[in-house]
């Protein structure tokens, strides 16, 4: 299906340059329709989790999905910490798929750190971007002074010890964790076997950097209208986090949706499927 991006003539030296790039994150493009979607998983999935979402959109969308450099199973062997240590370099490679795929507008939704990264983009090329969706977002996990991201130190320092220890059991404990259902849930069991896949030692790096990043300082820079979906109980983001979102970042709007788990969009897909056809009509 990438290929088919390339039909129009753009130069051998940008169709070589666009491929390797749209090679190394593994871009597919569904679909049909005058407005583009543009997916981007979360930590520890990878494009796959968008499928009930494609399946459900593809008629009325150009659907474009992809996997960022070692946030999931699917591409690590592209990562390493130094270029990859903060989520501005993510953004990087947002911005690039888009110019690569000649997009010149479209709605980017993401989930969970995903969603920054998308902000992030947004910030350095706002032109590229109609909307933003933000599925679980958050623009800092910890608890900052007043500020209830969720984690403390402390609580971070007890994550990252029981991975280190038993990364294999710690997989099914934070996939329960994560998606708020018992270890033989189907979606628990999709979570835990994709963080699985990953390296730990890499893994655990990501998971650092996610749980680290904060990019509260730069939501007055976003420009581009924000949809944010939060669900109703979520471990890994604080309802506060996403009403901090919806209180800085300009023309924002917030939903709480009735579902549970930080991936709704595998638990609840229906909920998120109805909010997404809510807020992009």
């Known amino acids: 299906m990438v290929a088919s991006i390339f039909a129009i003539d753009r130069g051998f030296d940008m169709i070589e340059n666009g491929s390797s790039i749209l090679e190394r994150h593994k871009v597919s493009v569904v679909g049909s329709g005058a407005e583009t979607l543009v997916l981007i998983p979360g930590f520890g999935t990878e494009q796959s989790a968008w499928r009930h979402v494609v399946e459900a959109m593809q008629d009325r969308y150009r659907i474009v999905v992809f996997d960022l450099v070692g946030i ?4 690590q062997m592209h990562y390493d910490h130094a270029s990859y240590g903060t989520l501005d370099a993510y953004a990087r490679d947002v911005v690039a798929i888009l110019e690569t795929l000649w997009i010149e507008k479209c709605i980017c939704i993401g989930h969970s750190v995903a969603g920054m990264v998308a902000a992030l983009a947004s910030i350095r090329m706002p032109h590229l971007f109609a909307k933003l ?3 679980g977002g958050s623009a800092c996990y ?3 002074g007043d500020y209830r991201g969720g984690f403390d130190t402390a609580g971070i320092d007890a994550l990252i010890d029981n991975a280190t220890q038993d990364y294999m059991r710690w997989t099914v404990q934070f996939g329960q964790m994560v998606v708020s259902r018992p ?3 189907p979606v628990v069991r999709e979570f835990a076997a994709s963080l699985r896949a990953m390296r730990p030692d890499m893994a655990l790096s990501l998971l650092l ?5 904060d990019v509260r300082s730069r939501l007055a820079e976003v420009t581009v209208p924000a949809v944010i979906l939060q669900a109703r109980e979520d471990a890994a983001v604080t309802r506060e986090a996403a009403e901090y979102l919806r209180d800085h970042l300009s023309g924002s709007v917030l939903e709480i949706l ?9 638990s ?4 998120v499927i109805a909010a997404l056809g809510r807020h992009l009509s």
Not at 72 to 75: F, L
Not at 258 to 266: E, K, M, N, T, W
Not at 268 to 271: E, K, M
């Open 258 to 266: 009735d579902a549970s788990g930080h991936l709704p969009h595998l």
């Open 183 to 185: 270890a033989e849930d």
């Open 142 to 144: 910890r608890n900052v």
């Open 209 to 213: 950097t996610v749980l680290r990043s």
């Open 268 to 271: 609840a897909p229906g909920t």
């Open 133 to 135: 969706v933000l599925l």
């Open 72 to 75: 999931g199973p699917g591409n």
